[in-house]
């Protein structure tokens, strides 16, 4: 459904163009402008796509305009992706100037690069004008011909949270609000105030931060309770409805369902039903700001007892004032503390002790990012009952998602997050565009590549290969592709035109048993963030050179690759965004190679070569601090001292250790201190290798 990625595509670019377009492109060309004007147009759009999309799956005028947006989308994404790697080259050549002869060399290289550069950018920038005259129009389309109706300026993130409330809760699962509790009750109870009549309380926070779990805390107070007769509770929300409200306030107090229609009716009803008595009314999540609005019910309810009270939850202090509030209690964030017993209390029900605290450490940074909103802390306590690993957790922890949490005050990142963890079948209008099926195969004949034929190339987004050998002019076709798959293609090399793919953020190459090098260009893929290479047993290895350059690189899977028993290139201690390496070989002095890679996590199989390297060395790979490695697989070749393997210590996290080893004393390392935590110790003789799937 490539209309649900529109929506997904541009909530993420909208902040990015005001980000990195905005703050960058202004250097040439008043380009600020012109991505200010892209930026307020995509918001614009964006209102209407709810419609939209709902069109779409029927009218395929619409289908057609959605497919005109996303490929403009796709463009804009394009076009900020070059301009970032321009920064990031930039970037990548300063870290790696490191004496005075290199800085003059890379002066004078700076000068006469600058005109290039310069050149570069200009057009990047010409592409983002010309870009905003494409998406001119997209919209007068839709001023003309669709008239799409905007979703008001309400995010979809308030489709999530605007669920109907009651005032029925389990107080044990309410932390942190002992305090404000204790002063609403005071200002309820209060006899200096009950002379005035019936008087208004607020409550006034942010979304999220707690405002109706404290007022259906108030309300089960056993004092609220004996002292207010009746006690009524009506969910107020977007758009305000005085009848609705009016209804639900005499079910509650007339104890039945009322057929009235008309509002003078109702509030008649109201008004005979509570005079005299001392009532409590509570007004969830109310957002009208117009004082008119609220002044019918207002009068209908004055001639309550006196020490009546009307408490009332909104995010927004104009709102308190034109209820009439006489007190305003604002509610702030929650401390960490808090938050984690809010998070632990969901996330760790039915787990056993051992479990809680392998996951403790990394749960008590979560909760620091839930920035004391309680109902963040109970989405994520909720997605994270379901994972048990603290590589899962460890996942949460990372997830770009949280930037948009920081951002924004609304939780829709947060729900976005637990919405994407849905298994397929769960989530089927969320299918990202880069990897679009729809998007990578079609019937343009003009375009032949053999067992390819390329529908719409400059928007190809992915591309999978499974026939023998590739095209020889494929690359060229494919410069805007995010996935390609040559798995199993027969493959004796890979042309250097693929350092060209700028874009590519997923390479697969595995199972091409005869491929013998790869071309020092794939270091050119700054965006790469998975590299499979598994089962390519003839590779030589990695380039000798550049592999700093793949800052991105999360997932590099080697698993089979048998001829990297040499060893990587340097460099590899530079990729620190690295989560996934499945064998490291241990050769020389390359240890510290994995020192700063403290994000790996998953299984580690490290081969050791006893005679080549020492427990100095084997110290420098640090394991203890990484403690998102679930499994640790020790392939002991020669004759490894005891010394080396109890050097390698693993974090407590660790869950299998399999000690793999040729001539070696199976019972060495068992006095390991943290060995007790691990769940589970393979002792494998040689001989024992063949029959193990590692």
């Given at each position: 459904m490539a209309d649900a990625g529109v929506s997904m595509v541009l909530n993420r670019l909208a902040p990015l163009i005001e980000k990195r377009v905005r703050e960058e492109v202004s250097l040439l060309l008043n380009a600020d402008k012109e991505a200010q004007s892209l930026s307020l147009k995509l918001k614009k759009i964006h209102e209407v796509l709810e419609d939209a999309e709902r069109k779409g799956e029927v009218d395929p005028r619409v289908k057609s305009w959605l497919d005109k947006l996303q490929d403009i989308a796709y463009d804009i994404d394009d076009a900020v992706d070059e301009w970032e790697l321009e920064n990031i080259r930039q970037q990548l050549q300063d870290d790696g100037i490191d004496s005075w002869e290199k800085k003059v060399s890379a002066f004078l290289q700076s000068v006469c690069l600058c005109f290039k550069q310069t050149l570069e950018r200009?057009?990047?920038?010409?592409?983002?004008?010309?870009?905003?005259?494409?998406?001119?129009s997209v919209a007068q389309e839709n001023e003309n011909e669709f008239k799409f109706i905007p979703n008001l300026g309400r995010a979809s993130d308030?489709?999530?949270?605007?669920?109907?409330?009651?005032?029925?809760?389990d107080v044990s699962e309410?932390?942190?609000?002992?305090?404000?509790?204790?002063?609403?009750?005071?200002?309820?109870l209060s006899e200096s105030s009950s002379r005035d009549g019936v008087?208004?309380?607020?409550?006034?926070?942010?979304?999220?931060?707690?405002?109706?779990?404290?007022?259906?805390?108030?309300?089960a107070d056993i004092s609220v309770k004996n002292q207010f007769k009746p006690r009524m509770w009506a969910c107020v929300s977007d758009p305000f409805d005085e009848i609705k409200i009016a209804k639900a306030i005499l079910e509650v107090a007339d104890r039945s369902s009322s057929s009235l229609t008309q509002p003078q009716a109702l509030l008649q009803s109201i008004e005979r039903l509570i005079s005299g008595q001392k009532f409590l009314l509570v007004l969830d999540d109310a957002w009208e700001k117009d004082e008119s609005k609220w002044r019918p019910l207002r009068a209908c309810l004055k001639n309550g007892a006196p020490g009546s009270r009307i408490l009332v939850t909104t995010r927004n202090r104009k709102v308190a004032e034109a209820v009439g509030s006489t007190y305003m209690h604002s509610l702030e964030p929650l401390s960490d503390s808090y938050c984690w017993s809010i998070l632990s209390q969901i996330a760790f029900k039915g787990k056993g002790e051992v479990e809680r605290e392998l996951l403790k450490e990394t749960g008590l940074e979560i909760a620091k990012k839930c920035k004391g909103l309680p109902l963040a802390a109970r989405?994520?306590?909720?997605?994270?009952?379901?994972?048990?690993?603290?590589?899962?957790?460890?996942?949460?922890?990372?997830?770009?998602?949280?930037?948009?949490?920081?951002?924004?005050?609304?939780?829709?990142?947060?729900?976005?997050?637990?919405?994407?963890?849905?298994?397929?079948?769960?989530?089927?209008?969320?299918?990202?565009?880069?990897?679009?099926?729809?998007?990578?195969?079609g019937p343009k004949d003009d375009t032949n590549l053999g067992p390819f034929r390329i529908w719409e190339a400059e928007q190809l987004r992915s591309c999978f290969c499974n026939e023998n050998g590739i095209p020889q002019n494929l690359f060229s076709c494919l410069k805007q592709v995010r996935l390609l798959s040559l798995r199993d293609c027969n493959l004796t090399e890979i042309p250097k035109e693929i350092g060209n793919l700028?874009?590519?953020?997923?390479?697969?190459?595995?199972?091409?048993?005869?491929?013998?090098?790869?071309?020092?260009?794939?270091?050119?893929?700054?965006y790469l963030e998975t590299l499979d290479i598994e089962c390519c047993i003839s590779l030589s290895g990695l380039p000798d050179h550049g592999i700093h350059k793949l800052i991105n690189l999360r997932h590099l899977l080697n698993f089979g690759s048998t001829s990297f028993d040499f060893g990587f290139p340097q460099g590899l201690e530079k990729l620190t965004n690295l989560r996934t390496l499945n064998e490291f070989n241990a050769s020389g002095i390359n240890m510290g190679c994995l020192k700063g890679l403290n994000r790996l996590g998953g299984t580690l199989r490290i081969k050791l070569w006893g005679e080549i390297i020492?427990?100095?060395?084997?110290?420098?790979?640090d394991l203890e601090s990484k403690k998102r490695i679930q499994t640790l697989i020790l392939n002991v070749e020669g004759a490894a001292r005891t010394q080396i393997v109890e050097a390698l210590r693993p974090h407590r996290n660790l869950q299998i250790l399999q000690r793999l080893h040729s001539r070696y004393n199976p019972e060495t390392g068992q006095d390991w201190t943290l060995l007790s935590h691990i769940h589970r110790v393979d002792f494998v003789e040689d001989s024992e290798k063949e029959d193990h799937d590692y």
């Open positions: 200009r057009a990047i920038a010409l592409r983002i004008k010309g870009i905003n005259k494409r998406l001119d308030e489709d999530f949270k605007r669920t109907i409330t009651t005032s029925y809760v309410i932390h942190g609000r002992d305090h404000d509790k204790e002063t609403l009750v005071s200002e309820l008087q208004t309380i607020s409550v006034v926070g942010s979304g999220g931060m707690g405002k109706s779990s404290l007022a259906q805390l108030v309300c989405i994520v306590g909720g997605l994270l009952h379901s994972k048990d690993s603290p590589q899962e957790w460890e996942d949460v922890l990372e997830s770009e998602m949280w930037e948009e949490v920081m951002r924004k005050e609304y939780l829709f990142p947060l729900l976005r997050l637990s919405y994407n963890e849905l298994s397929p079948a769960g989530n089927t209008g969320c299918i990202l565009p880069e990897y679009s099926p729809s998007h990578h195969i700028i874009h590519i953020r997923y390479l697969d190459i595995s199972y091409n048993y005869d491929m013998k090098d790869l071309p020092e260009s794939i270091y050119d893929l700054y020492d427990e100095v060395e084997a110290k420098k790979a």
